[in-house]
């Protein structure tokens, strides 16, 4: 079966570092998602992104955060200057045509 | 309140027992209703999807939507070990699965 390929699965950075999380998602799939779990609360929402633009996106995801299509393939989440409240488990998402959303293993990151 | 609530459990049941996790909502403008169920270190993968109320089946999963009481449940009948996990309900006022908003989850033990 097809699948979400999220890297790394495990990111470590200093805050106030730039990470980018790279997501190749399911190849004939039109949208994407960024979701984002911190250890222990709900799975929330932070962007969806359609034609090379995001659609919608939460409160969350505010100017420290930006997401890219670069290529065909890759789909990427960019957080400017990490603070130690970004730690948490980053999803991403994709679906065709169908209501269905694949999502990814995650990449676990944590800001020191 | 909050906007979706679940109970977290744990909860532990023998194998071939009929499991029910069950969340309410608050905001009556979700239309569209999905369980997930999440292995450890994995990410969320859908169960069942629904936008009517009533009950769906799929094997042995059922999903039940009441709108007029803001509650839907999901059932396993004839639980198995491999059914442990952590049971996700998601809703949307949108369609094409945009924007989901999760409950808690409800971490399942089946023991054999």
């Known amino acids: 079966e097809p699948e979400v390929t999220q890297t790394p699965s495990h990111q470590v950075t200093q805050m106030g570092q730039e990470v980018i999380l790279r997501c190749v998602p399911i190849s004939n799939h039109l949208y994407f998602y960024w979701y984002r779990q911190i250890l222990g609360q709900k799975v929330e929402f932070l962007v969806s992104?359609?034609?090379?633009?995001?659609?919608?996106k939460s409160e969350i995801f505010d100017d420290q955060f930006s997401v890219e299509r670069p290529d065909g393939s890759n789909f990427t989440l960019k957080i400017r200057s990490t603070k130690l409240e970004d730690s948490a488990m980053y999803f991403c998402?994709?679906?065709?045509?169908?209501?269905?959303?694949?999502f990814g293993s995650g990449t676990q990151l944590s800001v020191l | 309140q909050k906007e979706v609530e679940q109970d977290p459990g744990p909860l532990s049941v023998p194998e071939g027992a009929i499991v029910s996790l069950n969340c309410t909502y608050s905001?009556?403008?979700?239309?569209?209703f999905m369980w997930y169920r999440q292995y450890s270190r994995k990410g969320p993968e859908l169960l069942m999807y629904t936008y009517s109320s009533g009950n769906k089946e799929d094997g042995r999963f059922t999903a039940q939507v009441d709108k007029s009481s803001k509650y839907i449940s999901l059932f396993i009948r004839d639980s198995q070990p491999s059914d442990s996990a952590t049971y996700l309900c998601?809703?949307?006022?949108?369609?094409?699965?945009?924007?989901?908003?999760f409950g808690q989850g409800t971490r399942l033990t089946i023991n054999p």
């Open positions: 998402a994709s679906r065709g045509e169908e209501e269905k959303l694949f």
């Open positions: 992104f359609y034609n090379n633009e995001i659609s919608e």
């Open positions: 905001n009556s403008a979700f239309q569209y």
């Open positions: 998601a809703m949307s006022a949108l369609q094409g699965a945009q924007k989901l908003v």
